[in-house]
């Protein structure tokens, strides 16, 4: 199987060229070459297919094999690929998700890709919609119980569900204990993604992330997203203007606009190598 190794600010996946390739069990190889000893190592797999309805279609899985319905990070490298491997040869381009099609803007250095902008839509705060489990149709600033201790947490769906949850000290945050405890949560049907948050003035957050099925990563963006609009919506950052969301790989710039209800995010995207590697031993 032929790939390519490419990160958004950290958050690293494998991507394959379904116009060329085919992968008969996306699931099993998503495992493997996640794998940082034995694989390629990764935050999971992006599938680049044709579609019927967009330029192109990405499907995404985490490295516990399960699939997500939508990356930021993972769809601004999916443009990426598509302008610079020659799939499109236009600088607005869509991506069909399994949360929608998506439309995005490339800016194009020395002949590639170096930043995407992406609209993401609209964020979903319906509870039901998420889905987290609540007798408030939306869920802002509500008290959970976790492992005995009360959060206050913020409930958005950008495509993925996302709970959002603010602190003074996320740099000491023993992520590795809380974040399944979140991620397994009965209040969270389908699992979830919580965003740690520390304000750190009315434009700039800085967050980490335990992602549903991959555990701490360098940088999410659909949870950047949700963590901006959560900020908004807590009055915590000014709403009129951009949100530059701290991540541990990097810097995402979010901005809501709240008229038309359509978010937009902003960051690089990065190609790494690229390679082949041998899947006869699956089969």
Known sequence: MKFTKMHGIGNDYVYVNCFEETVEDPAAVARFVSDRHFGIGSDGLILIK????????????????????????GIRCVAKYAYDYGIV??????????????????????????????????????????????????VINEPLEVNGETY???????????????????????????????????????????????????HTVKMRVWERGSGETLACGTGACAVAVASILNERVDGDKPVTVKLLGGDLEIYWNRQENLVYMTGPATTVFDGEIDLSFLK
């Open 50 to 73: 044709p579609s019927e309805a967009a330029d192109c279609e990405m499907d995404m899985y985490n490295l516990d094999g399960s699939q997500g319905a939508m990356c930021g990070n």
């Open 89 to 138: 040869h236009k600088t607005q381009i869509s991506v069909a998700t399994r949360s929608g099609i998506k439309y995005l803007d490339l800016t194009v250095k020395d002949g590639k890709v170096s930043q995407v902008k992406v609209n993401m839509g609209a964020p979903i705060l319906t509870a039901s919609q998420i889905p987290v489990v609540s007798e408030k149709e939306e």
């Open 152 to 202: 206050y947490i913020t409930a958005v769906s950008m495509g993925n569900p996302h709970a959002i949850v603010y602190m003074t000290d996320v740099d000491h945050l023993d992520i590795e204990k809380i974040g399944p405890s979140f991620e397994n949560h009965v209040a969270f049907p389908d699992r979830v993604n919580t965003e740690f948050v520390e304000v750190l003035d009315e």
